[in-house]
């Protein structure tokens, strides 16, 4: 007899939409605890641009993959894979239930799906020769190149590392197949609950968010983050666009609107994500109403 699949609940849509409020709500109401599937809140220091919770809008309610990661510490999916895993087996075990909340679509796909991305080492010699054609060939190069090999790619086009890493696994004698092909696994009995909203409310709701950002100090928090302007994380919107912005001595209205043009990219980017993410038992939240969601929740924990 086949051992019982672990039973989750994951809220998951565009950035600015509410989710770690809903999660909380929800949290309450069942007994719940909440894991971040964020690649960046994962980060100390990056507080305001990340968006991350406060301790009182988390009311009590156990909050994990926060705040874990110094930003000189790589983080990838693979990462996310290994941390996240045992925390779920652990709350689980305590009679509580995970509720794994976030935006970064690869992460919960992982999860849903047990995509593999490789164990296979680095293998330098590869990574440098893919890098050197990128450069000599232009940007985009790799990404074609990896379609052509992998049509249904999950790695969005503008993720050089991810899409170096695939390619390198292709291509090194060290990866075996199974290295290599994404796996698909269904590993939890999962509720997957998608919000979005009309993109003019979320656009709005995105400008309200950088206003409120700005007016909480976020310039001064990019400031003090100067130091690590090397690392991945620094390269995730909001923060982008701010040290450009500093290091070009733009003024606080010009860094602005550069924001806002790339929060409504991502919003963009992330609604095509989540509305092409395949899963059986799925519940929409559209425009913030909660009926449904709310009713399936309950249902799908009895």
């Given amino acids: 007899m086949m051992d019982k699949k672990e039973k989750i609940i994951i809220i998951g849509g565009p950035t600015c939409i509410g989710k770690s409020d809903y999660a909380v709500e929800v949290a309450l109401r069942c007994n719940g605890e909440i894991i971040g599937a964020d690649s960046v809140q994962v980060y100390k220091y990056l507080n305001i641009g990340s968006g991350k919770i406060t301790t009182e809008e988390m009311k009590g309610v156990t909050h ?3 705040d874990l990661k110094d930003p000189t510490e790589p983080f990838t999916v693979v990462d996310f894979m290994n941390e996240i895993k045992p925390i779920i087996s652990d709350v689980i075990s305590r009679g509580k239930i995970p509720i794994i909340v976030g935006g970064t679509g690869f992460y919960i796909n992982a999860l849903l799906h047990g995509y593999n991305c490789g164990h296979a080492g680095p293998n330098d ?6 890098r050197s054609a990128e450069h000599f060939y232009g940007e985009g190069y790799l990404y074609d190149m990896l379609k052509k090999i992998e049509p249904d790619t999950l790695v969005r086009q503008n993720d050089l590392p991810r899409i170096t890493r695939r390619l390198e696994l292709y291509f090194s004698p060290y990866a075996d197949e199974e290295e290599i092909i994404p796996q698909s696994s269904d590993v939890y009995d999962a509720l997957l609950v998608v919000m979005d909203a009309d993109r003019e409310k979320l656009d709005l709701k995105a400008e309200k968010r950088i ?4 007016d909480m100090g976020f310039l001064d928090e990019v400031k003090s983050l100067e130091k690590y302007a090397e690392c991945r994380c620094m390269s995730s919107v909001g923060y982008a666009e701010a040290l450009l912005g500093l290091s070009c001595g733009m003024t606080r209205a010009e860094i602005t609107e550069h924001m806002k ?24 939240v559209y425009n913030w109403d909660y009926t449904n969601s709310n009713k399936e929740i309950t249902e799908f924990l009895k």
Avoid: C, G, P
């Fill in 64 to 66: 994990y993959l926060i």
């Fill in 125 to 130: 010699k590869i990574r440098e020769k893919l």
């Fill in 211 to 214: 206003s409120m950002m700005m």
């Fill in 261 to 284: 043009q790339s929060y409504h990219a991502l919003i963009k980017k992330q609604q095509t994500f989540f509305r092409w993410l395949r899963w059986d038992n799925r519940v929409n």
